[in-house]
């Protein structure tokens, strides 16, 4: 099953061009479902990587440099510190265990806490005020904290980053330069961190995918580059949002 991961790549980066919700919104729920959560967020953070430079090349024209600095720089630092979070957690050997209808079942600190933040962004996708949700431009600081930090630990920021940009005065291709460059300065921060504490085998065993997943992500890149507009595609946004609930409520529960 895990060749449907770049033809999902494919559309997930195509889409990323239309909607509020980035790559990783996607891929990281995607990528749980085959691999340990470490090793998922790590793998779908390199094909983040990845498009994120390809695309950053045919849109980097347009990114606004005075919203770049003073949200991605507070982002680099919070996804430093996101990123050393999933690093410890990964580490940590606690495990919660308990009983569902007669189940003896377990989960782990890094499970549910990566179930918590998934969930969170289901919410995003699902409740219609908090898609309507925006900030206004002076809490650009804050936001790359907060967008940050979830980049790190989990690899989920497009939407935070989303709330705190949409009102910050930029074009429709600002507004996408600009999300990408910012997203590329959490990837470059975090994805360092994310090698330093893992066999890198794990990697090296998985390269046929990873490249297949991110030649998709080009593709879908280049297709969403001549339709530069950013759309909400409201149905789709709802589907996404539902799949995003299931992966947490089962990563929670160590079912998966």
């Given at each position: 099953m895990e060749y449907l991961i770049p033809v999902i790549a494919l559309f997930a980066s195509l889409l990323t061009f239309f909607s509020g919700f980035g790559l990783g919104t996607i891929m990281v729920p995607v990528f749980l479902l085959f691999?340990?959560?470490e090793l998922a967020i790590t793998l779908s953070g390199i094909v983040h990587l990845l498009n994120n430079m390809f695309k950053i090349s045919l849109v980097w024209k347009?990114?606004?440099k005075s919203v770049l600095l003073r949200f991605g720089l507070p982002a680099l630092l919070a996804a430093f510190l996101g990123a050393q979070l999933l690093s410890e957690l990964a580490d940590s050997k606690e495990y919660i265990n308990y009983s569902i209808a007669g189940y003896d079942r377990q989960t782990s600190v890094l499970k549910l806490s990566i179930a918590v933040l998934l969930f969170v962004f289901?919410?995003?996708e699902l409740l219609p005020f908090a898609k309507k949700f925006t900030v206004s431009r002076d809490k650009l600081i804050l936001g790359g904290l907060l967008?940050?930090?979830g980049g790190g630990l989990s690899g989920h920021q497009g939407a935070l980053r989303t709330i705190f940009l949409v009102k910050a005065g930029m074009s429709?291709?600002?507004?996408?330069?600009?999300g990408i460059s910012i997203a590329l300065i959490v990837d470059l921060t975090r994805i360092p961190i994310y090698f330093s504490g893992m066999d890198l085998s794990s990697i090296t065993n998985n390269a046929s995918l990873l490249i297949s997943a991110t030649l998709a992500a080009f593709i879908g890149a280049l297709i969403g580059r001549f339709y530069l507009k950013k759309v909400k595609i409201a149905a789709l946004q709802t589907l996404?949002?539902?799949l995003i609930l299931l992966v947490a409520v089962s990563l929670g529960?160590?079912?998966i």
């Open positions: 691999f340990p959560v347009f990114i606004d289901a919410m995003v967008s940050g930090f429709a291709e600002g507004f996408i330069a600009t996404v949002g539902v529960l160590g079912i």
